[in-house]
């Protein structure tokens, strides 16, 4: 398995009235070929904005203020807005939220991808056509439909549609923000089966955002959980599940009802995310934690391998070395 993203040290700040925000703050993970991993945390954590900060979509009060995104050995955030043109669809993409907004209500459905395959591929029309023909029936939707518009199909299949196109070019990697908020539980589902089946059929790298525990452990094959900002952790689902090392990834563990122990008590996480304006050195979760001392009120845990493959933030753990 070689390596297809690796974000090192990143932040991200956005400037407002109030002072600085430190949104994302020295994030680092990677990402292997053909690996599904699973960005969760609670809201306003900083999922989506780490999401941008890759996609280079992060726009003014928002600044990347440090940090190297390095895709197959490109640093994006050093890219050229031709480079990055050619990357995005090509190497990179995304399936949005919702699919009214990757979808063009006046067009066809055909049409959408069509031209999104001519504009970032030297192929005949013909062959955009074929493919996307190809394409549709690979998220489930009969070939013959790429003559519909958008409002004739459901919500389903609508993010279906928006899935065809983020695959339109094949990319090998693929970021999923929340991409089936909105649907009802049994369509979210299926779409997100569609999604893993796409993964292995096309051994595709996928960032999944969700806030969504229990889909995320049944689905990843590793997972990193973000708090106020920061990373905090970092590990095969399998290792996350069975040796959790943050008191937030325990907190959330605890939070989420557990389908093989129905009788687990499910513990909510007290207080909430503290507000990123200014915010001072130390580790986030202290207010939080109940295992909080001094030195976490004044300085922040860096991200650590405590075991081979297993990074976390806390004082509490040593390093593999340790
Ligand atoms: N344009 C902006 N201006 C100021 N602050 C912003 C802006 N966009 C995001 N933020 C702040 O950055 C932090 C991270 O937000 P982000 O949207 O990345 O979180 P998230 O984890 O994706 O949350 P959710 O799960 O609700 O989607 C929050 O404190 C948010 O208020
Ligand atoms: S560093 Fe301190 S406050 Fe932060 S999670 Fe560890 S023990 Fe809790
Ligand atoms: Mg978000």
Known sequence: MSTVLSIENLSTFFKTDKGI?????????????GEMLGLIGESGCGKTTVAQSILRLIEYPG??????????????????????????WKEISVIPQSAMNALNPVYTVGDQIIEAI??????????????????????GIDGERQKSFPHEFSGGMKQRVAIAMALACNPKLVISDESTTGLDVLT????????????????????????DLPMV????????????????????TEEILNNPKHPYSKALLNATPNLSDPDREVVSIPGS??????????CRFHTRCPYAFDRCLNESPEL???????????????????
């Open 63 to 88: 600044k990347v203020v440090s940090g190297k995104v390095i895709l197959n050995g490109k640093d994006l955030l050093k890219a050229t807005d031709d480079e990055l043109y050619s990357l995005r």
């Open 217 to 236: 452990t049944a689905i990843c094959e590793k997972i990193a959980i973000m708090y106020a900002g920061k990373l905090v952790e970092w590990a095969t």
């Open 21 to 33: 925000v430190r949104a994302v703050e020295d994030v680092t993970f990677s990402l292997e070929e």
């Open 188 to 211: 979210q589902a299926q779409v997100i089966a569609l999604i893993k089946n796409l993964q292995k059929k096309m051994n595709l790298s996928v960032i999944l955002i969700s806030h």
């Open 118 to 139: 001519l504009l970032h591929e030297k192929v005949s029309k013909s062959e955009a056509v074929k493919r996307t023909k190809t394409l549709l029936e690979l998220v």
């Open 304 to 322: 650590r391998e405590v075991t081979p493959g297993h990074y976390t933030a806390c004082f509490l753990e040593g390093d593999k070395n340790g």
């Open 273 to 282: 995310v503290p507000n990123l304006v200014n915010i001072p050195k130390c």
